[in-house]
């Protein structure tokens, strides 16, 4: 069965860095994109980035370019995401999700079309304070 795993997460204090991961399990596809998404308490969940198996085309929240950067491992099926000079206001639950069979062009993500990311990790903790 197809699993998607985030680990990475932690405390962390403003202005440090965390990197996730996100390895997907039993599953082998051409096409395909990861999304990371994030849930604060009392908040929506929110779309931060996305990157496809393609190419690489990748997108990110306003909130959030600059700071994190997104990559992918495709012979490990991981997909990673670099958080710089973190904010407390990134404090949130952060997931992965897999957009498959892919939304929109090959070499196109998007994490505003929450629904077509059918399949969800179980998330993992960032909290930045002081």
């Known amino acids: 069965q197809l699993q998607l795993v985030e680990s990475g997460g932690g405390l962390v204090q403003p202005g440090g860095s965390l990197r996730l991961s996100c390895v997907v399990s039993?599953?082998?596809?051409?096409?395909?994109?990861i999304g990371w998404f994030r849930q604060a308490p009392g908040k929506e969940r929110e779309g931060v980035s996305c990157?496809?198996?393609?190419?690489?085309?990748?997108y990110y929240a306003d909130s959030v370019k600059g700071r994190f950067a997104i990559s992918r491992d495709n012979a490990k099926n991981t997909v990673y995401l670099q958080m710089n000079n973190l904010k407390p206001e990134d404090t949130a639950v952060y997931y992965c999700?897999?957009?498959?069979?892919?939304?929109?062009?090959?070499?196109?993500?998007?994490?505003?079309?929450?629904?077509?990311?059918?399949?969800w990790g179980q998330g993992t903790q960032v909290t930045v304070s002081s």
């Open positions: 990157i496809t198996s393609s190419d690489g085309s990748t």
């Open positions: 999700a897999l957009d498959y069979p892919q939304y929109g062009s090959h070499s196109y993500c998007t994490t505003s079309v929450v629904q077509v990311y059918k399949y």
């Open positions: 039993r599953f082998t596809a051409d096409y395909y994109a």
